[in-house]
């Protein structure tokens, strides 16, 4: 028989109900002991351990977007190469800040936009395609230049505003699709200005 906490509750009213899931978080939390007081240092320390394969990793996952995009190039945009890139936009998006490489989280994200808010595919115009993939290569291969930043912030804004300019015309007739054009970025904000 299920402990009682191990069952939500429901309490209903008139008009509504509301219900309290189980509490099973601390379950598989980690408490600190005498031996490890910390276990988010310890996590953060594992974190650093590894950050020296972050470029070897970012280099790869630049590789795949940019054969995503040769794909493209080679065979046009379908189904599976509009996927293709897709997916290799997405995973920089998610991993790039974290690998220390904002700005690259920033244009894969611009890109990804671009993807999804394109009601016809065959329209997304290959330089855009091209520009985007490149400003995620450079913002990579530059990182360690004083400059980079600065440029990198350029190159953002302006791929954003090119992508949006674009989508708008793209969606003039779809509404439904404007709020999620018009939304604003999700890069940080130091990125974004």
């Known amino acids: 028989m299920p402990h009682k906490k191990d069952t939500p509750t429901?309490?209903?009213?008139?008009?509504?109900?509301?219900?309290?899931?189980?509490?099973?978080?601390?379950?598989?939390?980690?408490?600190?002991t005498a031996d490890d007081p910390d276990p988010v240092a310890r996590a953060e320390q594992a974190l650093q351990t590894l950050s020296s394969e972050f470029a070897n990793w970012m280099n790869?996952?630049?590789?795949?977007?940019?054969?995503?995009?040769?794909?493209?190039?080679?065979?046009?945009?379908?189904?599976?190469?509009?996927?293709?890139?897709?997916?290799?936009?997405?995973?920089?998006?998610?991993?790039?800040?974290?690998?220390?490489?904002?700005?690259?989280?920033?244009?894969?994200e611009s890109l990804c936009r671009l993807i999804e808010h394109t009601p016809d595919m065959m329209r997304i115009p290959l330089s855009l395609i091209d520009q985007h993939v490149d400003a995620v290569r450079a913002i990579v291969r530059e990182n360690g230049r004083n400059d980079a930043e600065q440029i990198g912030v350029n190159l953002f804004k302006r791929l954003r505003q090119v992508s949006d300019e674009f989508l708008l015309q793209e969606n003039k007739d779809r509404l439904d699709e404007m709020e999620g054009i018009l939304s604003p970025p999700i890069a940080p904000d130091d990125v974004a200005r």
């Not at 379908?78 to 244009?107: M, R, S, W």
């Open 10 to 32: 429901v309490a209903t009213y008139s008009d509504h109900e509301v219900i309290v899931p189980t509490h099973r978080l601390r379950q598989v939390v980690s408490q600190g």
């Open 60 to 108: 790869s996952e630049c590789d795949r977007l940019d054969a995503a995009r040769q794909q493209i190039h080679s065979v046009g945009l379908n189904d599976e190469t509009h996927d293709q890139l897709f997916h290799a936009a997405h995973d920089i998006k998610g991993e790039a800040a974290t690998f220390g490489y904002p700005l690259a989280a920033a244009v894969a």
